[in-house]
């Protein structure tokens, strides 16, 4: 596996946050990534996030993904009910991302793990689209 390249778009337009992983995931490059897209202009609180991790191999334990949603549960909380797909492709990637998910608190969000974009987009975007899912889909270059 290669280096961790972690990457993001926001899309006011859509209210989504669009995130590509690839490479060793860490608890601390994935902090510091989190931090750097809070910190983000056009970031705000309540968007949706489309959060791909299909090439990423988690090299964090379960006390990494454990302070990961602490640090998560200690943000502000916001008013808007905000959706979050978790995009994976390995079991072990599903078995990560379920126990984050089971750890978080936050009840004004729903969280969901999906294998294909298609998929995960349709459901952030169901109130959205007004197209078919694959043309929604040459909106986001980075899911080509």
């Not at 337009?13 to 995931?25: A, P």
């Not at 601390?28 to 609180?45: C, G, I, M, V």
């Not at 459901?123 to 040459?138: C, D, E, G, H």
């Amino acid at each position: 596996m290669s280096l961790i390249s972690n990457k993001f778009h926001i899309y006011v337009t859509y209210n989504l946050i669009v995130e590509i992983h690839s490479g060793k995931l860490d608890l601390e490059s994935y902090l510091n990534f989190k931090r750097k897209l809070f910190a983000h202009n056009d970031f705000q609180t309540g968007m949706n996030y489309f959060i791909n991790l299909k090439k990423v191999e988690f090299s964090a334990s379960t006390i990494d993904i454990e302070k990961f949603a602490a640090f998560n549960n200690k943000r502000p909380p916001f008013n808007q009910r905000r959706k979050i797909a978790l995009i994976t492709d390995t079991p072990s990637q599903v078995v990560s991302t379920t126990i984050y998910k089971s750890l978080l608190t936050n009840k004004n969000q729903d969280i969901e793990i999906f294998t294909t974009n298609e998929k995960a987009l349709g459901w952030i975007l169901q109130n959205n689209i007004t197209q078919k899912n694959n043309v929604i889909l040459s909106d986001f270059p980075e899911l080509a």
